[in-house]
């Protein structure tokens, strides 16, 4: 990551540490004093660099980050030159075309089906692909000049990838318009004398390669999602583990216990009356294991899909007290 600009001294200093440590270990340890630092910056540009920073930082903990997002969406707004937020951006838009041929569901074809249940069916197979062009005619050129984008750039995965999403969307948008085209005759050979076994077996053909780019499409980000998710060990077990605290361990596991009930209630399709709060407040001595478990607690949460990353945002009364009035309300609010 090249950070470009001029900074005042004591911030170019501290920036390099940051952009340091993001190049040795891919993460901050203390985001804490980034978040204070980008809270009290009112330099636009400088701004931009450090959400850069902290959303990289996010993004090597969990790719899948949210709030990453938004700060690096705020850094190119900021600084339309902002390189590396650009970088970041493109990485993290990749993964939003994950379902876009989601789109292209269609009812199952029964060649031994009346007129009319055909008819009908032919006539959604019609609107599916009408549908899908249009929502695929607007993406085609964005992932074309993503491609373009990529290609200068030293990461050639990236590049890559697009090329390949460039490459499959051109192909289903092709076979999405044949297979329009052949749908279109075999509701209008439905409707009049001529035998339809015809155009029957060329919808079907179609519909055989769109499923197949579909699949091919999936296993892009099937790839992606498999070289990029390390296998670790549960947060519960990490608990386990721990020296001391057998009461907390206790009320934990029983806790683990009856929110992987509920889920596999839910997974059932039951309804539950009274779901139990999530919420809850640790309290001790400095050093008792706290900010700990408050950790493995946001894994567990996410583990059980609870959470839709197992990230703790980590503040204190000084980032949260403001000196005027309305401050502190500010504060929280940006935290939160």
């Not at 090597?60 to 390189?83: F, G, H, P």
């Not at 019609?126 to 085609?140: M, R």
């Not at 478990?293 to 839709?308: D, F, H, Q, T």
Request: with cysteine; glycine share 4%.
């Amino acid at each position: 990551m090249k950070l470009q600009g001029k900074l005042s001294a004591t911030t170019n200093r501290q920036v390099e540490q940051w952009e340091k440590e993001v190049n040795e270990t891919s993460f901050i340890i203390d985001e804490s004093r980034l978040i204070t630092a980008i809270t009290l910056e009112t330099n636009p540009i400088i701004l931009s660099k450090l959400l850069t920073l902290a959303a990289g930082s996010r993004l090597a903990r969990n790719s899948e980050d949210s709030l990453a997002v938004v700060w690096l969406e705020k850094a190119r707004k900021l600084d339309v030159e902002n390189q590396s937020a650009k970088q970041f951006m493109i990485g993290t838009d990749w993964k939003k075309l994950k379902d876009l041929l989601t789109a292209l569901s269609f009812p199952p074809m029964r060649e031994t089906d009346n007129r009319t249940a055909k008819k009908k069916m032919a006539e959604q197979y019609i609107e599916v692909c009408k549908n899908f062009l249009i929502i695929a005619g607007e993406h085609l050129p964005d992932v074309q000049d993503k491609v373009n984008q990529t290609s200068t750039m030293v990461n050639k995965d990236f590049f890559q990838k697009y090329q390949g999403l460039s490459d499959l969307l051109a192909s289903v948008i092709k076979e999405t318009s044949s297979l329009l085209s052949a749908a279109e005759e075999y509701e209008q050979s439905i409707t009049g004398v001529f035998h339809t076994g015809t155009f029957y077996d060329d919808l079907k053909l179609h519909l055989a390669s769109v499923e197949e780019i579909k699949q091919q499409w999936q296993q892009q980000f099937l790839t992606t999602d498999n070289t990029t998710t390390p296998t670790t060990e549960k947060a519960l077990d990490k608990l386990n583990k721990m020296i001391g605290m057998n009461l907390v361990k206790k009320r934990v596991n029983d806790f683990y216990q009856f929110l992987t009930y509920q889920k596999q209630r839910k997974d059932l399709g039951l309804q539950i009356k009274d779901e139990l709060s999530l919420n809850m407040i640790l309290t001790g001595n400095p050093g008792t294991g706290k900010t700990t478990l408050a950790r493995l607690m946001a894994k567990i949460y996410y583990e059980l899909g609870v959470l839709p990353h197992e990230e703790v945002i980590e503040t204190d009364r000084s980032q949260l007290v403001g000196s005027f009035v309305g401050q502190t309300e500010e504060n929280v609010r940006r935290v939160v």
